[in-house]
C-alpha cells in the first residue's frame, strides 16, 4: 500500500465519520463551507501545484508549442467542453459515479494496477469521475499557459458565494 493508498484509506474512514456528524477537515473548513486561513492556504498552494505539474507535462508531450499565444485559446474551451460532454455521455450511459473501471488495451478491470511477468502496468482510468478529472486537467492546463490566476479566483469566488443569499435568491438552476 502506497502513501497515497493509506490517505484515501483514512479518508474514507473521515468521511464516514463525517457523516455521523463529526467534520474531519474542521481546521479547514467551518460548517457554513468557509475556509480557514490554512485551508485557503492549503487550497490555493495545492492547486498551483497541480496546475504547474499538469502544464509542464502537456509541455513535455508537446501539447504546447514553443509561443503560448499560437494556440488558440477558443480551441483550448472547446476541449474543455469536449471532456464536460464526455462525461454527459457517460451519465447518459447510466455509468456509475462513485466508482471507475480502467482499461487494458481491450480489457476492462476494477483494479488500476496490474502485475503482470513484464512489469507493472496502469490501467487508463475511465467513467464519470475520470472525465471529470480531465475538466479539471484541462481547465488547470490552460490557467497555467495563459497565466489565468485561477488558485486567487477561487478562494476569492469561493469568499464571494458565501455572501450571497440561498439559491442566489431564488434562482431554479
Same mark, same amino acid.
Given at each position: 500500500m502506497t502513501g497515497l493508498d493509506e490517505f484515501r484509506e483514512q479518508r474514507k474512514i473521515q468521511d464516514s465519520a463525517g457523516e455521523a456528524g463529526h467534520n474531519p477537515f474542521h481546521h479547514f473548513v467551518n460548517a457554513d463551507g468557509a475556509l480557514s486561513f490554512d485551508g485557503e492556504l492549503y487550497a490555493e498552494g495545492g492547486i498551483a501545484i497541480l496546475a504547474k505539474a499538469i502544464h509542464t507535462y502537456s509541455v513535455n508531450k508537446g501539447w504546447w508549442p514553443e509561443c503560448k499565444t499560437d494556440r488558440n485559446f477558443g480551441e483550448v474551451l472547446a476541449l474543455i467542453h469536449s471532456e464536460v460532454s464526455e462525461a454527459l455521455e457517460d451519465y447518459r450511459n447510466d455509468l456509475p459515479m462513485e466508482t471507475m473501471h480502467y482499461t487494458f488495451g481491450l480489457t476492462k478491470s476494477s483494479e488500476f494496477v496490474l502485475e503482470t511477468p513484464g512489469g507493472t502496468v496502469y490501467g487508463k482510468p475511465c467513467g464519470i469521475a475520470s472525465e471529470m478529472a480531465d475538466i479539471i486537467i484541462r481547465v488547470l492546463d490552460a490557467c497555467e499557459a495563459f497565466n489565468i490566476p485561477v488558485e486567487q479566483a477561487l478562494i476569492e +469566488?469561493? #469568499? $464571494?458565494?458565501?455572501?450571497?443569499? $440561498? #439559491?442566489? !435568491? !431564488? +434562482?431554479k438552476a
Open positions: +469566488k469561493h #469568499r $464571494y458565494n458565501l455572501t450571497r443569499a $440561498y #439559491r442566489h !435568491g !431564488g +434562482k
